[in-house]
């Protein structure tokens, strides 16, 4: 069957349809060689249902699927063995596609993108390049063109420019301007370009070679491989994404996403209001000029209602300040902090919240009200990247402030009035009024700070501002497998390489490793460089930097080509643009989007970057790309365990000659190391070492010294007995060859029972269960309800083979109810009135289950509607053909087989299909009918004095009056009264009939 949807391209979308236009879309995944496992298909099972129901609806569906198709994996893979990634992905994606196929999803592959594909990043690249020619407005509030800016600094200079740059531009007048050369200019417009280079604070991973982002690392150590990652200064690409912080934080007022997705992005912008203030520099407690060259410190904070409190400045070790402030005394103490420093990742600062580490630098700041000295300190809790990379500290405020002078013996002032600080910092801002702080005396925080605020705006050393935690994104990484930058260098200066000679291919290289000189590994290409007479790349050797110019070494991150290809989708195959207007009018935007929540403060953010980007320039039609945006949970594995131990013999052979020997016993668990089992364990390995030995050593003596600590062991869930815990000992001892002479003890001496626990499922944990294995044994369609069935779609379930033989048994019932030892079942019998019941009943279900994506439970009320059918004794096509319109999106195989059977009233093999045949998915959804559902009769409990004797059916419409006249003349109602007259007959319509007397 699948063959002919294919060749019918059923699932097809058009650009131009009547329809109505619904896109479902899953992030796509990175094709790894261990292909998928059980867990990963459950999102995308939840998206071909829903997508399978829309088209059931009559709605043009649009649900691609491709690849995420650069990453480090395959890097790892061609430094190990010098196969070209290339080589290894499409080896990677071919098992992908099979088992996504297998599995039945019902994907328009003529949309199909690779971001490896040179035909695809070639407009990640043409993207790359609109950024670079792009600076923000914050005038007009969005990105425009970088000639507009060169006209106004033509015409009057930077000073009225109100945009999104870098720190401490420096004025110029229109005059000055023309004055500058070109490479002047170049580097002025690099410090307005929304894509730019610039020396930043990296996260280096020497282990990778590369560097990282800050989702790339996970408790200090790089996610992939787990290696240690420091902080270093280089000079690389990044995306001026802080342009758009605040556009991202009101951005997700419109968007249907998670709540608690939202919470992570607007934590990750981390807006805060505050105030900017300016420190002096002294160069120390009594000289008040500044160290030569040196500008004030700029610090951000949101108390600056507490300026009173400062008692000591806390800079970033990595800070430019501190090389130039730092004294002579000072110098050997705070390198060797900032060494030290360099050493933790920024997430390991900001947690560890216990430890408290600093160094003086001699330097010290001037207060701007009261002109004391202030001393400098460095101290890694303070963030470069973050806000100014200086904070004025205020212990008597906050905690860590308050710890740090503690520590440090440094001042604690307490400006808060009523206040005990001697314990603790006070940091209740609602409960404050200030004191010891001059003209803020009296005042409340929210006074306070509005007239510090304007008393250092008076004296110009401070202004309200509000401030982000979202920092600009570093977008180089020293690897081979990515997209590579379409620049190359004049004079050191990056010039883009014009849009009609993309794609730049990756050039071919020896070793896909760094360089000798630490280049990266595009630096081993020796075709690398770009003449730009000829537009095209040639040989390094002939770089004259006159017309052949270097080209760039880096290449982009894993997120550039993820950042956009929901648009290409929408018109994959376009040659001449990264999608057409058309298209993108059309198809406007995602409407629902399936995906991990792990990627909340990564693709997610920078995703919605890049669209709101492309937005300002006109590009694409809406500022947000994803309607409605849902997170799957996860499927868990259940992973085996054993515990072994290594024990020690003491062998004495003879007067001097002592030996030592040790064996390993495996246990279920670490509480036998005390029992008497393992007592008489040890004394019979001690038996047999003796036995070993005594030929030659008549006189041996073996005594058991001691056992190491207990280790906890992974097992390879395919190690064990069919779905059972017990391990297989022969196999195991065979396979791991550390543990071929161990011994194995268990509470049951016929089976070795190994310990059970839930984790994620992952190839390092042993735990991982193949879908195809799975397809083998029970069918796809078995492996699609299932996962459906083991919860609700947003939570987190664990795995259980054994589980999945209730949804197989339900298919097979499912079969039977069509399909008997004679053949097709079905007929044009008239339904019956309890038939149209249950299929209503069915068609309200799972309608809105569906839309409320409730999946778990439609699979419930499948298997309630075919037991009842099943009673029935339904045959009736009118009732059966509907019912499997209303299965199909969750088992399409097994529906569309019986689909093609009542079709043709003969059961036939799916390859026997005549080629044209529509199939199933374009079938319309039953519509829901409530006079079905409604009752016309009520099966009343006739009583007797308070005692129910018998039930009785009569019609709903009938009053009060008719149902006494009904029972009473009712053979049973006389049989139980015996000729007597009742005292009182008491009816309540629609429920109950009690007969006092």
């Given at each position: 069957?699948?063959k002919?949807l294919a060749?019918?391209?059923?699932?097809k979308?058009e650009?131009?349809s009547e329809?109505p236009k619904?896109?479902?879309?899953?992030?796509?995944?990175?094709?790894?060689?261990?292909?998928?496992?059980?867990?990963h298909p459950?999102g995308y099972?939840?998206?071909?249902?829903?997508?399978?129901?829309?088209?059931h609806q009559g709605?043009n569906?649009?649900?691609p699927?491709?690849?995420?198709s650069?990453?480090?994996?395959?890097e790892?893979?061609?430094?190990?063995?010098?196969?070209h990634p290339a080589?290894?992905?499409?080896e990677?994606?071919?098992?992908?596609r099979?088992?996504l196929?297998q599995?039945?999803f019902?994907?328009?592959?003529?949309?199909e993108?690779?971001?490896?594909d040179?035909s695809?990043?070639?407009?990640?690249?043409?993207i790359?390049i609109?950024l670079?020619?792009?600076?923000?407005?914050?005038?007009s509030?969005k990105a425009?063109d970088?000639?507009?800016?060169?006209?106004i600094?033509a015409?009057?200079?930077?000073?009225?420019?109100?945009?999104?740059?870098?720190?401490?531009v420096?004025y110029?007048t229109?005059e000055d301007?023309s004055g500058f050369d070109?490479?002047?200019?170049?580097?002025?417009?690099?410090q307005?370009?929304?894509?730019?280079?610039a020396e930043?604070?990296?996260?280096w991973c020497?282990?990778?070679g590369?560097?990282?982002a800050n989702?790339?690392?996970?408790?200090?150590v790089?996610?992939?491989?787990?290696?240690?990652?420091?902080?270093?200064k280089?000079t690389q690409?990044?995306?001026?994404?802080s342009?758009?912080?605040?556009?991202?934080?009101?951005g997700?007022?419109?968007i249907?996403?998670?709540?608690?997705?939202?919470?992570?992005?607007r934590n990750?912008?981390g807006k805060?209001?505050g105030a900017s203030?300016?420190?002096?520099?002294?160069a120390?407690e009594?000289?008040q000029?500044?160290?030569?060259?040196?500008?004030?410190?700029?610090v951000f904070t949101?108390r600056?209602?507490?300026i009173?409190?400062?008692?000591f400045?806390t800079?970033?070790?990595e800070?430019?300040l501190?090389?130039?402030i730092?004294?002579?005394?000072?110098?050997?103490?705070?390198?060797?902090?900032?060494e030290?420093?360099?050493?933790?990742s920024e997430?390991?600062?900001?947690?560890?919240v216990?430890?408290?580490?600093?160094a003086?630098t001699g330097?010290?700041a001037?207060?701007p009200?009261t002109?004391a000295?202030?001393?400098?300190?460095?101290g890694d809790y303070?963030l470069?990247?973050y806000g100014?990379?200086?904070?004025?500290?205020v212990?008597?405020?906050?905690q860590r402030?308050y710890?740090f002078?503690?520590h440090?013996n440094i001042?604690?002032?307490n400006?808060f009035e009523?206040?005990d600080i001697?314990?603790?910092?006070f940091?209740?801002?609602?409960?404050?009024?200030?004191?010891?702080s001059?003209f803020l005396?009296?005042l409340?925080?929210?006074?306070?700070?509005?007239?510090?605020?304007?008393e250092?705006?008076?004296?110009?050393?401070g202004?309200?501002?509000t401030?982000?935690?979202?920092r600009?994104?570093?977008f180089s990484r020293q690897?081979y497998w990515?997209e590579?930058f379409p620049?190359y260098?004049v004079?050191?200066?990056p010039?883009?390489?014009?849009?009609?000679?993309l794609p730049?291919?990756?050039?071919?290289?020896e070793?896909y490793l760094?360089?000798?000189?630490g280049?990266?590994?595009?630096g081993?290409?020796t075709v690398?460089?770009?003449?730009t007479?000829?537009?095209?790349v040639?040989?390094?050797d002939l770089?004259?930097?006159k017309?052949?110019?270097?080209l760039?070494?880096?290449t982009?991150?894993g997120w550039?080509?993820?950042?956009?290809?929901?648009?290409?989708y929408?018109?994959?195959?376009n040659?001449?643009?990264?999608?057409?207007?058309?298209?993108l009018?059309?198809?406007?935007?995602?409407?629902?989007y399936?995906g991990g929540?792990?990627h909340?403060?990564?693709?997610?953010?920078?995703?919605?970057f890049w669209?709101k980007f492309?937005f300002?320039?006109?590009?694409?039609?809406?500022?947000?790309y994803a309607?409605k945006?849902i997170?799957?949970?996860m499927?868990l594995?259940?992973?085996a365990?054993?515990y072994w131990?290594?024990?020690e013999f003491?062998?004495e052979?003879?007067?001097?000659e002592?030996?030592y020997l040790?064996?390993?016993?495996?246990?279920?668990?670490?509480g036998?190391l005390?029992t008497?089992?393992?007592?008489?364990?040890?004394?019979?390995?001690?038996s047999?070492i003796?036995?070993?030995y005594?030929k030659?050593?008549?006189?041996?003596?073996v005594?058991f010294?001691?056992g190491?600590?207990t280790v906890?062991q992974?097992?390879?869930?395919s190690?064990l007995?069919?779905t059972?815990?017990?391990?297989d000992i022969e196999?195991f001892?065979?396979r791991?060859?550390?543990?071929?002479?161990?011994y194995?003890l268990?509470?049951n001496?016929n089976?070795?029972?190994?310990t059970?626990e839930v984790?994620?499922?992952s190839k390092?944990?042993y735990?991982?269960v193949?879908?195809?294995?799975i397809?083998a044994?029970y069918g796809?369609?078995?492996?699609r309800?299932?996962?459906?069935?083991l919860?609700?779609?947003e939570?987190?379930k664990?795995?259980?083979t054994?589980?999945?033989?209730?949804?197989?048994?339900f298919?097979?019932?499912?079969w039977k109810?069509?399909v008997d030892d004679?053949?097709?079942?079905v007929?044009?019998?008239t339904?019956?009135k309890d038939?149209?019941?249950t299929?209503?009943?069915?068609i309200?279900?799972?309608?809105?289950?569906i839309?409320?994506f409730?999946?778990n439970t439609?699979?419930s009320?499948?298997?309630?509607?075919v037991n009842?059918?099943?009673?029935q004794g339904?045959?009736?096509?009118?009732?059966?053909?509907?019912l499997?319109?209303l299965?199909?999106?969750?088992a399409p195989?097994?529906?569309?087989?019986?689909?093609?059977?009542i079709?043709f009233?003969?059961?036939?093999?799916v390859?026997?299909l005549p080629?044209d045949?529509?199939?199933?998915?374009?079938a319309?959804f039953p519509?829901?009918?409530?006079t079905?559902?409604v009752?016309s009769?009520?099966n009343?409990p006739?009583?007797?004095?308070?005692?129910m004797?018998?039930t009785m059916e009569?019609?709903?419409d009938?009053?009060?009056?008719?149902?006494?006249?009904?029972?009473?003349e009712?053979?049973k109602t006389?049989d139980?009264?015996q000729?007597r007259t009742?005292?009182k007959?008491i009816?309540?319509?629609?429920?109950?009939v009690?007969?006092?007397?």
């Amino acid at each position: 069957m699948a063959k002919i949807l294919a060749e019918n391209q059923t699932f097809k979308a058009e650009n131009n349809s009547e329809k109505p236009k619904y896109y479902v879309l899953d992030m796509f995944p990175y094709p790894s060689g261990a292909g998928l496992h059980v867990g990963h298909p459950l999102g995308y099972i939840a998206s071909d249902i829903y997508a399978r129901y829309k088209r059931h609806q009559g709605f043009n569906v649009l649900h691609p699927q491709g690849y995420d198709s650069f990453g480090l994996p395959a890097e790892q893979y061609a430094i190990q063995t010098g196969q070209h990634p290339a080589i290894t992905t499409a080896e990677n994606i071919k098992t992908y596609r099979r088992q996504l196929d297998q599995i039945g999803f019902s994907f328009d592959w003529s949309r199909e993108v690779r971001t490896s594909d040179p035909s695809y990043y070639k407009w990640t690249q043409w993207i790359f390049i609109q950024l670079f020619n792009s600076w923000y407005n914050n005038d007009s509030d969005k990105a425009e063109d970088i000639s507009e800016l060169e006209n106004i600094f033509a015409s009057e200079g930077n000073k009225k420019v109100n945009a999104v740059c870098d720190e401490n531009v420096e004025y110029f007048t229109a005059e000055d301007w023309s004055g500058f050369d070109a490479k002047k200019k170049q580097q002025i417009l690099l410090q307005y370009r929304l894509t730019y280079l610039a020396e930043t604070e990296v996260n280096w991973c020497p282990a990778l070679g590369t560097v990282l982002a800050n989702d790339e690392i996970v408790n200090g150590v790089s996610e992939r491989g787990g290696h240690s990652v420091i902080r270093k200064k280089m000079t690389q690409w990044s995306m001026r994404i802080s342009a758009y912080a605040e556009r991202l934080l009101q951005g997700l007022d419109k968007i249907d996403w998670t709540d608690s997705l939202k919470e992570s992005q607007r934590n990750w912008i981390g807006k805060s209001v505050g105030a900017s203030v300016s420190f002096n520099v002294i160069a120390s407690e009594t000289k008040q000029s500044p160290p030569s060259g040196v500008r004030g410190i700029e610090v951000f904070t949101t108390r600056p209602d507490t300026i009173f409190g400062v008692s000591f400045m806390t800079l970033a070790p990595e800070h430019e300040l501190v090389s130039q402030i730092t004294t002579p005394e000072q110098k050997a103490e705070v390198e060797a902090y900032i060494e030290a420093t360099a050493k933790r990742s920024e997430r390991d600062r900001m947690a560890d919240v216990k430890t408290i580490t600093g160094a003086f630098t001699g330097a010290y700041a001037e207060h701007p009200f009261t002109k004391a000295p202030i001393p400098i300190w460095i101290g890694d809790y303070v963030l470069a990247g973050y806000g100014t990379g200086a904070v004025m500290s205020v212990p008597c405020g906050d905690q860590r402030d308050y710890d740090f002078a503690k520590h440090f013996n440094i001042p604690i002032p307490n400006i808060f009035e009523g206040v005990d600080i001697s314990e603790e910092a006070f940091s209740d801002k609602e409960k404050t009024i200030i004191a010891n702080s001059d003209f803020l005396n009296g005042l409340n925080y929210k006074k306070a700070t509005k007239r510090a605020i304007y008393e250092l705006e008076k004296i110009g050393q401070g202004k309200g501002k509000t401030n982000y935690r979202l920092r600009d994104a570093v977008f180089s990484r020293q690897r081979y497998w990515g997209e590579p930058f379409p620049v190359y260098y004049v004079n050191g200066m990056p010039q883009m390489i014009d849009v009609e000679h993309l794609p730049i291919k990756l050039p071919e290289v020896e070793k896909y490793l760094p360089t000798e000189t630490g280049e990266p590994p595009l630096g081993n290409a020796t075709v690398w460089a770009w003449d730009t007479e000829k537009n095209e790349v040639v040989s390094n050797d002939l770089i004259d930097n006159k017309t052949i110019h270097p080209l760039e070494l880096n290449t982009m991150p894993g997120w550039a080509g993820s950042s956009w290809y929901f648009n290409r989708y929408m018109d994959a195959n376009n040659p001449n643009e990264f999608a057409s207007k058309q298209a993108l009018a059309y198809w406007q935007d995602v409407d629902l989007y399936i995906g991990g929540s792990e990627h909340a403060t990564g693709h997610l953010l920078y995703s919605r970057f890049w669209q709101k980007f492309l937005f300002d320039k006109g590009l694409v039609p809406v500022d947000e790309y994803a309607k409605k945006l849902i997170n799957q949970g996860m499927i868990l594995g259940t992973s085996a365990f054993v515990y072994w131990t290594n024990i020690e013999f003491q062998v004495e052979k003879g007067e001097n000659e002592i030996s030592y020997l040790k064996k390993r016993i495996v246990v279920e668990d670490s509480g036998v190391l005390v029992t008497e089992r393992f007592d008489k364990l040890i004394k019979e390995i001690k038996s047999e070492i003796f036995e070993l030995y005594k030929k030659d050593f008549p006189n041996v003596n073996v005594e058991f010294i001691d056992g190491t600590l207990t280790v906890k062991q992974h097992v390879d869930i395919s190690l064990l007995k069919g779905t059972s815990d017990v391990l297989d000992i022969e196999v195991f001892k065979s396979r791991i060859p550390e543990f071929k002479d161990s011994y194995f003890l268990s509470k049951n001496k016929n089976e070795f029972v190994t310990t059970r626990e839930v984790e994620k499922m992952s190839k390092s944990k042993y735990n991982v269960v193949n879908p195809d294995s799975i397809v083998a044994d029970y069918g796809a369609d078995s492996l699609r309800l299932y996962e459906m069935f083991l919860g609700p779609l947003e939570q987190y379930k664990p795995w259980n083979t054994a589980g999945i033989t209730g949804v197989h048994s339900f298919l097979k019932k499912l079969w039977k109810l069509y399909v008997d030892d004679n053949g097709l079942k079905v007929s044009d019998a008239t339904p019956t009135k309890d038939n149209l019941k249950t299929l209503h009943k069915t068609i309200k279900k799972v309608q809105s289950d569906i839309e409320n994506f409730s999946f778990n439970t439609s699979v419930s009320t499948f298997m309630i509607a075919v037991n009842e059918f099943t009673k029935q004794g339904c045959t009736s096509k009118e009732i059966l053909e509907p019912l499997l319109v209303l299965i199909s999106p969750y088992a399409p195989h097994i529906a569309e087989h019986l689909y093609a059977c009542i079709q043709f009233n003969k059961i036939i093999e799916v390859e026997n299909l005549p080629k044209d045949f529509k199939g199933i998915s374009t079938a319309p959804f039953p519509e829901f009918d409530e006079t079905h559902l409604v009752e016309s009769t009520k099966n009343y409990p006739i009583s007797f004095n308070g005692k129910m004797r018998f039930t009785m059916e009569l019609p709903l419409d009938l009053s009060k009056d008719e149902i006494e006249k009904a029972v009473l003349e009712y053979e049973k109602t006389k049989d139980q009264l015996q000729g007597r007259t009742p005292k009182k007959v008491i009816v309540v319509p629609g429920k109950i009939v009690n007969i006092v007397g």
